[in-house]
């Protein structure tokens, strides 16, 4: 817990934050108190506002802070951007305080606090998850957040996700930094791929990983190739040689078990797959 707390403190704390005024009820909380899993330390302002930044948060979103502490998050996006935004938060005085935070800024119809654990409430309906946890806790929750609905944004104070490799990392005041990822859709397995100029129905067997993947691109009666690819949410793109031996960039959209998109060089092309 020692190297945990020094994690965080070093970290963040040092680099510039400030404890929150008591709040209506005269609870102030203290600095790297305890919490259940996590000691207790704000994110500094100027990362924090970086954050909903690389989450393109807007007043659509359905923004959920995972561990709350005094709401700051919750509150800066309905306050900044019109956001609905959700705290969970375990430590019932913590949590209060946070909702008179909301109160006083004058943004309690749009921020709801929780009190409850990160592990037991349901946060599928975010739009966008913002993480100020450990290492550990990040990795625990990788199960879930990749799994989310593509295109959910997720963006981490500090601390990374397992190997998950952010779409985008970030710097605050201080050396503060955060990391940004939007979840991929899943195309893993065997897909048909219809519509290839010059060639005849394409199986693309996909390997995927996060947002990265690689697939054997195997036109009916010709040899494979291997090739590789990206998803930015739902948004797919990969290269593939066409017969002419020239490369071609396919760019589409994933919707359920199918893809539809076209190529760089024609966008009259039409190319369509399923499972
Ligand atoms: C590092 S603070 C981050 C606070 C806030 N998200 C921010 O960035 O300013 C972590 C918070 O998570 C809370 N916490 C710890 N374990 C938790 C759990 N299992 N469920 C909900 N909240 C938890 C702690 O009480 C603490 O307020």
Redesign the pocket.
Known sequence: MKTLIAC?TLGACLAGCSATAPSATGYQPVMAQE?????????PDSLLLKMLEAAHVTDKDLVY??????G??AIEAARRYGARAVG????PQ?AEHARQNAKNAGVSDKVTIIT????AEDFSKATVV?L??LPSLNLKLYPVLVNMKPGTRIVS?TFTIGSWVPDKTFYGYSGTVGHFWIVPASIQGFLQLDGIPGLDQVTLSVVQKSQEFHADFTPQGKPFQRIEGRLNGTQITFSYADIQGVMQTFKGEVIGDALSGTLDADPSVRITAKR
């Open positions: 965080i919490g259940k899993d996590v000691i207790w330390v704000p994110t802070d995972l561990g709350a502490g005094d700051k998050i969970i938060e375990f430590d913590m409850g654990d990160i592990f913002t100020y946890l104070n």
